[in-house]
């Protein structure tokens, strides 16, 4: 049963090199995901809430993401409080579309024939 | 143009608590990928070569997975020189399965409008 040859013919296949670290941690992946949501950008606060993040870890992963010019800030104008916005700049929303495609292939690669319209058939991943 | 109140009624919409971190570590996700689509397991070699790990990196990721109970491993029968061979547990199946109904939300939080039938439009992250 055990085939010798496995995976020979695939050679890197699942090494998803393409699956930025960045953008890849978790609490990031959330934050990136809600701006990408939001293109009018989002409140700290609502960032925050959204992503149900401590003051501290959100400021961190911002600063990361403003680092890697992923992300955007800006004093909000009017108002008694002016707020930072934060939004996708235009090239974090293309990373972030082509980090998005890659996760569209994972999620394709367990599911190696296509499901029933509307279905959630995985037949590679379905077992008793 | 700026909702202060958005996010508000999605509080925890984009935490993303599901996403184990054991399963969601790039490297440790390549191997859980080839697993799931090799039912009948993998050898070492062949991991590697799917995986475009180095021995020390796939060993230590291994491990982690057995130590998750995710992966199980077993002597190769047969043969003069008798490999080990890798494959998912059951438990470790069902997981990975969990973790990829998370990943296809994220893509579809990415996608907020229903793409054309077999077209790749993505009016959340289209831009200028």
């Not at 959204?50 to 004093?75: E, F, I, M, P, Q």
């Amino acid at each position: 049963m055990a085939r010798s040859d496995a995976g020979k013919d695939e050679a890197g296949r699942f090494a998803y090199q393409g699956l930025d670290r960045v953008i890849h941690e978790r609490a990031r992946l959330g934050i990136l995901a809600s701006l990408a949501a939001h293109r009018e950008g989002l409140f700290f606060t609502d960032l925050k809430a959204a992503c149900d993040l401590t003051d501290g870890n959100l400021s961190r992963h911002l600063t990361v993401l403003s680092d890697a010019k992923l992300v955007t800030a800006r004093k909000g104008a009017g108002g008694s409080r002016p707020q930072t916005q934060y939004r996708l700049t235009a090239d974090g929303r293309r990373r972030f579309a082509a980090y998005i495609d890659l996760l569209d292939r994972i999620v394709a690669d367990a599911n190696p024939e296509p499901s029933v319209e509307g279905g959630r058939s995985r037949p590679g991943l379905s077992q008793a």
